[in-house]
């Protein structure tokens, strides 16, 4: 007598298939999790950390004007303060998501869709349809996104540099700068004289940060944009993504189509960082500089998962995670 009725063989086969591929997968992969595991809790701790050892060290410029007698400060930190056009949670949540929405969506594409019988075009079918294929993109870019991340942590927290926005904040009208310094006309006073300043910010409480505290932490984290740095990290990675399973660039003539496609994530990141100077949430530089942060970041993450950037033979094909691993290259 059978153990199994029929009709039950199959979905216990694939429970028990699918039992094994995880077990492989974290036999592959449990040390890449564990730092990235790391990588979190070392930012946990520079958002403890910082920038409250950076407070007493702060200082902004304040020029006098001769006619009026009135104390102003620079223009590049004057802007008023406007909410986001693009909010950080949204970034931060939104953009990983919709690059796997991508990632998956591709998979699901080419599994629901008949082979092509053509060899030249095999292996490209074959790499479409690997889920193996797919988790090592899905892993390339959530682990690519927790490292550009604790990389704009670091700068912003060791570098920072005041917001367009910050005099709004600390709004010194009734500030007398005389006394701080002999040059008549400049002053270098820190951020804790403004009138705003509330010193019970400090230490700085994970859970219980008022909201006013956290303003005062975000006005001095504006080097780098995290909002463009992230975009283009999800938007590059997709880019390359998309380029290697569309076989977009290769030795033959490209379609507009398919350019337009893969330029459309990069175009959505450019337009996320236009955003932050838009709204006085970052200077221009904070965005130029973020941008490379990004994209290196995409390329090294990429590569780190698939056999190439460019050759249009090799992109699309992953790279094995061992060397007892032979499902890859």
């Given at each position: 007598m059978e153990r199994f009725p029929a009709g039950l063989r199959r979905p216990l086969y694939a429970l028990v298939k699918c039992k094994n591929n995880l077990k492989s997968w974290l036999s592959h992969t449990w040390l890449d999790l564990l730092f990235t595991i790391l990588i979190l809790a070392a930012m946990g701790a520079l958002y403890m950390c910082s920038p409250v050892y950076r407070y007493e060290n702060l200082i902004f410029p304040m020029r006098k004007d001769p006619y009026s007698g009135k104390w102003h400060a620079p223009m590049?930190?004057?802007?008023?303060?406007r909410p986001f056009i693009v909010s950080v949670s949204t970034v931060t949540t939104i953009a990983p998501l919709v690059g796997a929405g991508v990632i998956v969506g591709m998979y699901l594409w080419a599994i629901c869709t008949p082979t092509r019988k053509l060899l030249d075009v095999y292996q490209l079918e074959a790499a479409r349809r690997d889920p193996w294929n797919m988790s090592a993109?899905?892993?390339?870019?959530?682990?690519?996104?927790?490292?550009?991340?604790?990389?704009?942590?670091?700068?912003?927290?060791?570098?920072?540099?005041?917001?367009?926005?910050?005099?709004s904040l600390c709004n010194p009208k009734n500030i007398d700068f005389t006394p701080l310094g002999a040059n008549p006309w400049i002053r270098f006073p820190k951020i804790t004289s403004c009138p705003g300043w509330n010193p019970s910010c400090i230490p700085r409480s994970f859970?219980?940060?008022?909201?006013?505290?956290?303003?005062?932490?975000?006005?001095?984290?504006?080097?780098?944009?995290?909002?463009?740095?992230?975009?283009?990290?999800?938007?590059?990675?997709?880019?390359?993504?998309?380029?290697?399973?569309?076989?977009?660039?290769?030795?033959?003539?490209?379609?507009?189509g398919k350019v337009l496609l893969i330029l459309s994530?990069?175009?959505?990141?450019?337009?996320?960082?236009?955003?932050?100077?838009?709204?006085?949430?970052?200077?221009?530089?904070?965005?130029?500089?973020?941008?490379?942060?990004?994209?290196?970041?995409?390329?090294?993450?990429?590569?780190?998962?698939f056999a190439s950037l460019w050759d249009y033979r090799y992109n699309h094909l992953r790279v094995r995670w061992t060397e007892i691993d032979e499902g890859g290259v």
């Open positions: 590049e930190i004057s802007w008023p303060a993109a899905l892993f390339g870019l959530f682990q690519g996104f927790g490292i550009v991340t604790f990389i704009q942590v670091i700068f912003k927290s060791f570098v920072g540099e005041l917001r367009p926005y910050f005099m859970l219980r940060e008022s909201r006013q505290c956290r303003d005062w932490n975000f006005a001095v984290q504006s080097f780098p944009s995290g909002h463009t740095a992230e975009a283009f990290f999800v938007g590059v990675y997709l880019a390359l993504y998309l380029n290697a399973k569309l076989n977009a660039f290769s030795d033959y003539s490209t379609s507009l994530p990069v175009l959505g990141a450019a337009l996320v960082g236009m955003s932050v100077a838009m709204d006085f949430h970052h200077h221009t530089h904070d965005v130029i500089w973020s941008i490379p942060i990004g994209v290196i970041t995409a390329l090294i993450a990429y590569r780190a998962h």
